[in-house]
C-alpha cells in the first residue's frame, strides 16, 4: 500500500518568514495530494490541493508544489501569521483511499 | 452543500461500558465514509471506511466496530470500552479520487 513520509515533525518560525513542508510518497499510482490544516480540539481542513497533472498551485499565501518523478510534494507558506499555527497534514490518494502524513506542528511566533 | 455532523463533542465513560458515536452527512448521496483516531493530537489512524450500506471495511483489529444502517450515516461502536480506547474520534466523508471532508471530533475519555 501506500506509505507517506512528512517532514518536519515540528517547526518554529518568526511571524512574516516562511514555511516550507515536505511530503514524500511511495506509490507511483498516487494522482491527489491535498493538504489539510487542524487547530486545536477541531477536526482537519482541506486548505489546498494538486492533482498528478498539475506541478504547482498556489492560493494566495499558501501553495503546493509535486515532483512525479521524484514522488514528493511540498506545502510552502509565505508571510507566516500566528493564526496559521496548528497541525499540517498531507495526504496521498491511492486507488480511492487517502494515506496520511504523520503531521507537521507548525508554531508561528509572533 | 454538503455537511458533516458528528457528536457528542466530548465523553467520558468508564472501564467497560458500551460506546456510540454517530455521524451523519448531509446534501450528497452514496459517500465514502471513514472512522479515524487520533491519538496525542498527531497521526491520523484509519479505523474503518465505507463505500455503502451495510459495507465496512476494518484497517485495524481493536475492540471497536462500525456499522453504516443508512446511506448517510456511520456509527462507532464497543461493547466493553478499555483504557486505551481513549482518544479523539474523527469522521468524514468523501468521494474515490478525492479529499476527505472531516466532522468536528468527538473527545473520548475512558476513566
Known amino acids: 500500500g501506500e506509505n507517506v513520509e512528512q517532514h518536519p515533525s515540528t517547526l518554529s518560525v518568526q511571524e512574516g518568514d516562511s514555511a516550507v513542508i515536505k511530503c514524500t510518497y511511495s506509490d507511483s499510482a498516487s494522482n491527489y495530494f491535498p493538504w489539510y490544516k487542524q487547530e486545536l480540539g477541531k477536526g482537519p481542513q482541506l486548505i489546498i490541493d494538486?492533482?498528478?497533472?498539475?506541478g504547482e498551485k498556489k492560493d494566495q499565501r499558501i501553495a503546493v508544489t509535486l515532483n512525479k518523478t521524484a514522488k514528493h510534494f511540498s506545502l510552502h507558506i509565505t508571510e507566516t501569521q500566528p493564526e496559521d499555527s496548528a497541525v499540517y497534514f498531507c495526504a496521498a490518494s491511492s486507488y480511492g483511499k487517502l494515506t496520511f502524513g504523520q503531521g507537521t506542528i507548525l508554531t508561528v511566533h509572533p | 452543500s454538503q455537511t458533516i455532523h458528528q457528536w457528542p463533542a466530548t465523553l467520558v465513560q468508564p472501564v467497560g461500558s458500551p460506546l456510540s458515536l454517530e455521524c451523519t452527512v448531509e446534501g450528497t448521496s452514496n459517500p465514502n465514509l471513514y472512522w479515524y483516531r487520533q491519538a496525542a493530537g498527531r497521526g491520523l489512524q484509519l479505523l474503518f471506511y465505507?463505500?455503502?450500506?451495510?459495507?465496512i471495511s476494518s484497517e485495524v483489529p481493536q475492540n471497536l466496530s462500525a456499522s453504516r444502517p443508512q446511506d448517510r450515516q456511520f456509527i462507532l461502536s464497543s461493547k466493553k470500552l478499555l483504557l486505551s480506547d481513549s482518544g479523539f474520534y474523527l469522521c468524514?466523508?468523501?468521494?474515490?479520487?478525492?479529499?476527505?471532508?472531516f466532522g468536528s471530533g468527538t473527545r473520548l475519555t475512558v476513566v
Open positions: 494538486i492533482r498528478s497533472n498539475v
Open positions: 465505507s463505500v455503502g450500506i451495510g459495507q
Open positions: 468524514a466523508w468523501g468521494r474515490t479520487g478525492g479529499g476527505y471532508t
